[in-house]
């Protein structure tokens, strides 16, 4: 277990976390600070929790769960935080940020396995939640009615295998959602059954309805999309992992236009793709600035990039660099496996440290208990 004394290393004051990085209602408006920041995380003995730290830097809460968790979602307007199991898990809690305890754990159902992220409508009476039905390897979003404890009442069909991350476009009515393209099955945990076959894609679905009414696809079979954020304006960036020859260099972000639907890929310089090893995580996009950064984790760096024009901004060293929150203006939040949050800006190619904590941060961090400006 985390100590108070190992969470007041370092604290979280100074300017405020702004903008929700999509994961909530686009009413809640760009000026909405989290009083807190949550993410799940693993001890030094492999236990896995989800933690809350507040802007001063002290512990909010631990919470045990029995599986490796991944991605959140904020509640528009409530106290509720989702954290969803990492895949192949099969559960996710919802949080109460009020009180810093367990609400609920919702069970994905027999056959079926989450992916690790979700995103509530923005009156907050629905969640949607990206899910695989493994029996014969469909990509689904699933509803729940957050209003009657999280009940189930169906699923919407990608026409797609390993849908990831999904957001809420600021139209309030369109899901944005990285389909993976890869298939997986809880008996044979984290292994890849179709390397060879993939097709991943990126989605938008009518959410009243579960209509696809876009797709768009990447330039290599193997480029499986994974991440994204949506800025205020509908521009969306979404990031790659590359499933081809570790050798290979293509392209590894994606950015989809959705005013005029232009969608392209970034040619960024050559060693900038290098250094990346083929592999992003964690995408924020700053709701008051042209700047959206992007994780590397095996590459051991963020860049920042320009999503208004695709140029590359900077790119910064952060060891184990995993999870991303929009902070002040213009700058970024950045968590490490390591343990640190660093402070991220594009001004600058140094990570200015911001905490250091005895826990193992996962790929993702989420606002939590807003606070309106």
Not at 110 to 125: C, I, L, M, T
Not at 295 to 317: F, K, Y
């Amino acid at each position: 277990m985390v100590s108070r004394r190992q969470l007041l290393r370092a604290g979280l004051g100074g300017a405020a976390l702004v903008g929700l990085s999509g994961c909530a209602g686009p009413q809640l408006g760009r000026r909405a600070a989290p009083l807190q920041l949550l993410s799940a995380v693993d001890d030094d003995q492999g236990q896995h929790y989800i933690t809350a730290v507040k802007q001063s830097g002290e512990q909010a809460f631990m919470v045990p769960v029995s599986e490796r968790c991944h991605g959140g979602c904020l509640q528009p307007y409530g106290d509720h935080v989702v954290i969803f199991a990492r895949r192949p898990g099969r559960q996710m809690h919802v949080i109460d940020t009020r009180r810093g305890a367990l609400a609920h754990s919702i069970d994905a159902g027999e056959g079926f396995h989450f992916y690790g992220h979700g995103v509530y409508s923005p009156d907050a009476r629905y969640l949607y939640v990206t899910l695989n039905r493994y029996s014969d390897a469909a990509g689904l979003i699933r509803v729940y009615d957050a209003m009657n404890g999280y009940r189930a009442l169906q699923d919407y069909p990608l026409d797609g295998v390993g849908p990831h991350e999904v957001r809420l476009h600021p139209d309030g009515e369109t899901l944005v959602i990285a389909l993976g393209g890869i298939e997986t099955h809880p008996d044979y945990d984290r292994l890849k059954l179709n390397i060879a076959s993939m097709q991943p894609a990126l989605l938008l679905m009518n959410r009243h309805d579960g209509q696809i009414v876009q797709r768009f696809t990447p330039s290599h079979h193997q480029l499986s999309c994974r991440h994204l954020d949506v800025s205020p304006e509908g521009i969306v960036i979404a990031g790659y992992q590359y499933e081809g020859p570790e050798w290979d260099t293509p392209p590894l972000v994606a950015r989809l236009d959705t005013r005029n639907m232009q969608f392209s890929e970034l040619e960024l310089p050559l060693e900038e793709v290098m250094g990346l090893k083929n592999y992003t995580a964690s995408i924020a996009i700053s709701p008051t600035s042209p700047y959206t950064v992007i994780t590397a984790p095996r590459g051991h760096r963020a860049v920042i990039i320009n999503h208004h024009s695709g140029e590359l901004v900077q790119r910064i060293a952060v060891q184990d660099v995993a999870g991303a929150l929009p902070y002040g203006n213009s700058s970024f939040l950045v968590s490490s496996g390591t343990g640190g949050l660093y402070l991220l800006d594009a001004e600058s190619d140094e990570a200015q440290p911001h905490g250091d904590y005895a826990v193992h941060w996962d790929n993702h961090l989420t606002p939590g208990g807003l606070r309106h400006a």
